[in-house]
């Protein structure tokens, strides 16, 4: 996370560099900064997520092509699932709001949303795993019906993990 926040603060041009030195103002900069990093880091798990989805839909393509038809739905359900979590994930307000705004966030629950948001960067391996073995599922026609179903609480599980990181935001307010 400090390499995250230290790259785009090497990033900042010379009159942010000298608006720092403001009083006042250099809390204000460094605040951006975190927001700029949460949004960042947020858009990162998006695009991993996005890319658990890619898969996803091949997956549900998989099941067609293997007459297994009966499963289509309730990988649809998982699909749709996951594809809520990404829109969540990327449709969320940065991680505080802005310096004229009635809204504040201190610094401690900053971190705790940056807390949150490795969680979910750690989930996207926790979630391939649960993909690779609904793969191995339909290749091999074992126990379809559990990994699909492992696969819709895998999904559905992302979403409440979402939450309980608004939770932080919102318990500032």
């Keep these: 996370m400090d390499d995250l926040i230290g790259k785009i603060q090497d990033d900042r041009g010379l009159l942010q560099r000298l608006g720092a030195k403001i009083p006042g103002f250099r809390g204000y900069i460094e605040r951006e900064t975190r927001r700029e990093a949460d949004k960042m880091l947020r858009d990162t798990i998006a695009d991993k997520f996005e890319a658990q989805a890619r898969q996803l839909t091949q997956l549900q393509l998989d099941l067609v092509n293997n007459a297994r038809l009966?499963?289509?739905?309730?990988?649809?359900?998982?699909?749709?699932?996951?594809?809520?979590?990404?829109?969540?994930?990327?449709?969320?307000?940065?991680?505080?709001?802005?310096?004229?705004?009635?809204?504040?966030?201190?610094?401690?629950?900053?971190?705790?949303?940056?807390?949150?948001?490795?969680r979910l960067l750690d989930e996207v391996d926790k979630y391939s795993t649960v993909m690779e073995a609904t793969a191995a599922a339909i290749t091999s026609d074992s126990d379809i019906a559990m990994a699909v179903r492992e696969l819709i609480s895998a999904s559905a599980a992302l979403n409440e993990l979402y939450t309980e990181r608004e939770h932080v935001l919102l318990g500032s307010v």
């Design 70 to 118: 009966d499963y289509v739905d309730d990988m649809e359900r998982a699909a749709t699932k996951l594809k809520l979590f990404i829109d969540r994930i990327k449709t969320t307000p940065r991680g505080y709001a802005g310096f004229f705004d009635a809204i504040k966030v201190n610094e401690e629950e900053l971190e705790q949303l940056y807390f949150w948001d490795m």
